[in-house]
C-alpha cells in the first residue's frame, strides 16, 4: 500500500515495525537488514495513520491487521545464506580470475569491472528490478594473506539480503566470519556498501573499505563506514 503523496511503501514500514517488535534491542546491523528483508515482504493491507510522515519512523504506521501466529525460518534464513554462498562461489569461478592472479586491489577492481562490462542481464526486461541480481562483486584485501583472499558475488534476486558484501561476511558461523578478518583487511566492493553491509563490516572489525562507484540509493547514506571514515572510493 502506497501513501497517496509520496509514494511511500507502507506495507514495507508496517513489516518493519512488526519485526522490532520481536526483540528488546536491535543492534545497529540488524535494524538495517530487517529494512532490506522489509522490501522483499509479501504487500499487506493496513489500517494506518498519517501522523507523521517520516520514512525511518516505523511508529508512524499502526495496524489492526491479525497477522496469524509467528513462525520459526531460522533453519530456512540458514538454507538461504548457504544457497547464496553456493550461487556466489559458481558466478566468481565463471565470472573472476584465481585468486592467485589478484595480489592487489587494483589488479581485483580491474578484473571485477571487466567481468561487469562482459555480463550481461539475463533475467529478461519483463522481471521486476526488485527480482534480479545487482551486478556486484566483493572481495577481501590483505597484504598478511598475500593479496586478495576472498570474493564474492550478489545472488540478491531471490532474496534481499543476500548482497555481494552479505555473502563474503556472513557465513553460517559467525566465529568463522570473524575468522576472515586480518588487522589489515581492507573490504573491496565495485559498489558502495550499503547501510546493512557496512554495518556488518564494521561489527566483524573492518577498519578500511574501498569501492569503485557510489551507490545514489538511500540505503547506502548515513552508513556505519561512512560515519567512521573507513570507506574512500578507489580510483583505477
Known sequence: ???????????????????????????????????????????????????????????????????????????????????????????CRAALPALEAMPTERSFFLAASDALEASVDDEGEGRSRRGRDRKVFAALHSPTRGGVYAVAANTNGGNAVLHAEMNLLFPADDARARRLIEPDTTLLVTLQCCRMCAARAVELGVRRAAYLREDPGPLASRTALAALARESRFDL
Do not use: H, P, Q
Open 1 to 91: 500500500m502506497r501513501g497517496e503523496s509520496d509514494g511511500r511503501n507502507y506495507g514495507d514500514a508496517w513489516m518493519r515495525r512488526r519485526v522490532f517488535t520481536t526483540a528488546k534491542a536491535l543492534t545497529t546491523f540488524e535494524r538495517a537488514l530487517v529494512k532490506v528483508c522489509a522490501t522483499k515482504a509479501t504487500t499487506v493491507r493496513v489500517d494506518r495513520d498519517d501522523d507523521d510522515d517520516d520514512d525511518d519512523d516505523d511508529d508512524a504506521v499502526r495496524s489492526t491487521i491479525d497477522v496469524g501466529e509467528f513462525e520459526d525460518v531460522t533453519d530456512w534464513a540458514r538454507r538461504a545464506v548457504e544457497r547464496g554462498a553456493e550461487e556466489s562461489r559458481a558466478r
